[in-house]
């Protein structure tokens, strides 16, 4: 059983910054790719950014691009997000997201951040931006 935990979260002033961190368990690492997705009140939710655990690709959405960075430490089943330069509208709920490296997404890269290809979820960490 795939379990993702998310840790990192909490209230940040604007310019501010935070990391999150996911411990994933349950999977063999290299053969998936970790990721992001947030969700803020009233919106859908988005992929932020993921990582191709077995050759270090990473893919982000424009908003965050130039301030965050996903990073892996596979001997730690460890994903990470560290975010910079927060905006009030970078709050949401956070949620890390575990996808089977498949064929398809080895050659296309993960960036898609379609909702359909994420097979496990964690259980989300807040992030709260204050203006």
């Known amino acids: 059983e795939v379990h993702l935990a998310e840790s990192g979260g909490g209230l940040v002033q604007t310019g501010g910054s935070l990391r999150l961190s996911c411990v994933a368990s349950?999977?063999?690492?290299?053969?998936?790719?970790l990721g992001w997705f947030r969700q803020a009140p009233g919106q859908e939710r988005e992929g932020v950014a993921c990582?191709?655990?077995?050759?270090?690709?990473?893919y982000y959405v424009d908003s965050v691009k130039g301030r965050f960075a996903i990073s892996s430490d596979n001997a730690k089943n460890t994903v990470y997000l560290q975010m910079n330069s927060l905006k009030p509208e970078d709050t949401a709920v956070y949620y890390c997201?575990?996808?089977?490296?498949?064929?398809?997404?080895?050659?296309?890269?993960?960036?898609?951040?379609?909702?359909?290809?994420?097979?496990?979820w964690g259980k989300g960490t807040l992030v709260t931006v204050s203006s």
């Open positions: 997201t575990a996808e089977y490296l498949d064929l398809v997404t080895y050659l296309g890269g993960c960036g898609n951040f379609r909702l359909i290809d994420v097979d496990s």
């Open positions: 349950g999977i063999d690492f290299d053969d998936y790719v």
């Open positions: 990582i191709h655990n077995k050759d270090g690709r990473a």
